[in-house]
C-alpha cells in the first residue's frame, strides 16, 4: 500500500482544512488492502499521537477525544482517498498529518502507530491564534 497525504496549510484559529490520503493498493489480492487507514500528527518536541482513522472495510470511524466534534474522517471512492476534515481548528493542533495503513492483521489496536506499516509523507498544518 502506497499512501500520500495532502491538504495541509495555514489557517486562523477557528478555521478548516481538509486533508486527503490518496491510497494506492499495490496489487489485487484482497489480503493487500489495509484494514484501517488512520491519521496521525506530529507536532515539534512531541511524539506522534492518533487523530482518527477508518476501517477500510465497512467505514467504520474512531476518533481521539481532542478531535472529537471538531474533525470528521471519510471516504472519496472516486478519487480513492480517506480524507479529515478539520474543523474550529485551535493552535494546538499544529502539527505535521500523517497517513498510514494498518495490515489486515488479528489485532487492530487502531489507536498504536506501531501496527501501521505504510506511512505517506506528511502534510503541515498550522493554525495561528
Known amino acids: 500500500v502506497q499512501l500520500q497525504a495532502s491538504g495541509g496549510g495555514l489557517v486562523q484559529a477557528g478555521g478548516s482544512l481538509r486533508l486527503a490520503c490518496t491510497v494506492s493498493?499495490?496489487?489485487?489480492?484482497?489480503?493487500?488492502?489495509?484494514?484501517?487507514v488512520g491519521w496521525f500528527r506530529q507536532a515539534p518536541g512531541k511524539e506522534r499521537e492518533f487523530v482518527a482513522a477508518?476501517?477500510?472495510?465497512?467505514?467504520?470511524?474512531y476518533y481521539e477525544d481532542f478531535v472529537k466534534g471538531r474533525f470528521t474522517v471519510s471516504r472519496d471512492n472516486a478519487k480513492n482517498t480517506i480524507d479529515l476534515q478539520m474543523n474550529s481548528l485551535k493552535p494546538e493542533d499544529t502539527a505535521v498529518y500523517y497517513c498510514?495503513?494498518?495490515?489486515?492483521?488479528?489485532?487492530?489496536?487502531?489507536?498504536?502507530?506501531?501496527?501501521?506499516?505504510?506511512w505517506g509523507q506528511g502534510t503541515q498544518v498550522t493554525v495561528s491564534s
Open positions: 498510514a495503513a494498518h495490515p489486515q492483521t488479528a489485532t487492530v489496536v487502531v489507536e498504536d502507530a506501531r501496527g501501521y506499516t505504510s
Open positions: 477508518m476501517r477500510w472495510i465497512g467505514s467504520r470511524t
Open positions: 493498493v499495490l496489487t489485487s489480492s484482497p489480503s493487500s488492502s489495509p484494514s484501517v
